[in-house]
């Protein structure tokens, strides 16, 4: 009898924490398959179909990678996330509002990798807005990626607090808006573009201060800001840097306005433009290549440090 009393008492223990139990806790490495289920637990063998049906599943500081091609649908980050897809195309098609939304804490990173943003905007009139909209979070690194067809920006960095950003070996391309947009809210945003192609869009890239940052700073690197129906560059009250670029073929090549507005250009080929140069804090290192542009070919000099 005390043997029996024994045991019901250790089950009535036991029982309640069984119950209590999740079904399936997060992991730090999740899959998505073109041919998987959002039902699954998002294993590498049973993969889930989307990342919003993967990110659930996916621990802060995890990990979510492709088995194979397929579209995987927008999603919002709110939590320390990559998303690495090196296999096939991991296309995300979007007809309405942002592919990727990061609403990330204060401290909290993105980190996306080889994918393919669609927004829909030429091709069926779909009004894929932005592509990448970094609205809250401590740092974005997008890398290997194309991001085309939005009506908005490819890429738009618009914190309210200080933040941090890369854009590497990364296609913007007919883009309503522009390529990229480096307009936050508030605090010091810095940020690096390297590699990275901004062509045929309304804007290459806009670094504007205006929005109630306290500092915007930007540079550029190897990359192409060509064939823009607008600005190559723009600089509105913020700092940029571009070196060793390309900066042909736009409405105006670079333009630097208001306050604070100010573009600084070494080592890189301004030509082909409707205007190279707009804008008395357009300054260069005296190495440049600035020839072939229909006017605008005076540029002020910054010196060599």
């Known amino acids: 009898m005390r043997r029996i009393a024994l045991l019901a008492i250790t089950a009535g223990f036991v029982f309640p ?46 990990e979510i990678n492709c088995l194979d091609p397929g579209g995987f649908g927008a999603v919002t980050v709110t939590k320390s996330m990559t998303i690495s897809c090196e296999t096939g195309t991991a296309g995300l098609l979007v007809a309405a509002g942002n592919a990727v939304n990061f609403n990330g804490g204060a401290a909290d990173y993105l980190y996306l990798k080889g994918l393919d943003f669609e927004g829909l905007n030429h091709t069926t009139g779909g009004v894929g807005v932005n592509g990448i909209s970094f609205n809250t979070g401590a740092t974005l690194h997008v890398e290997d990626c194309s991001i085309r067809d939005f009506s908005g920006f490819g890429i738009v960095i618009k914190p309210a607090a200080n933040a941090t ?41 806009v670094v ?28 509105n009250a913020g700092a940029l840097m571009i070196e060793g670029s390309s900066v042909a073929n736009n409405g105006t090549g670079l333009r630097a306005v208001n306050a604070g507005g100010a573009i600084r250009i070494g080592s890189s080929a301004i030509t082909g433009n409707g205007t190279a140069v707009n804008g008395a804090q357009v300054l260069s290192y005296g190495n440049n290549q600035l020839n072939g542009n229909a006017g605008g070919e005076t540029i002020g000099s910054v010196g060599l440090n």
């Open 17 to 62: 924490l069984m119950a209590a139990a999740p079904a399936h806790a997060q992991a730090t490495r999740t899959w998505v398959s073109g041919v998987g289920d959002d039902a699954n637990p998002c294993s590498r063998t049973a993969p889930c179909k989307t990342f919003p049906g993967a990110i659930s599943k996916t621990a802060a500081g995890g």
């Open 165 to 205: 950003f890369v854009v590497q070996r990364t296609t913007l391309f007919d883009n309503n808006g522009g390529g990229i947009q480096v307009r936050p809210t508030g605090g010091v945003s810095n940020g690096t573009v390297d590699k990275v192609a901004m062509n045929k869009n309304a804007e290459g890239i």
């Open 208 to 235: 504007d201060g205006t929005g109630g940052a306290v500092g915007v700073n930007v540079t550029v690197r190897d990359s192409s800001m060509n064939g823009n129906t607008g600005d190559g560059a723009l600089a």
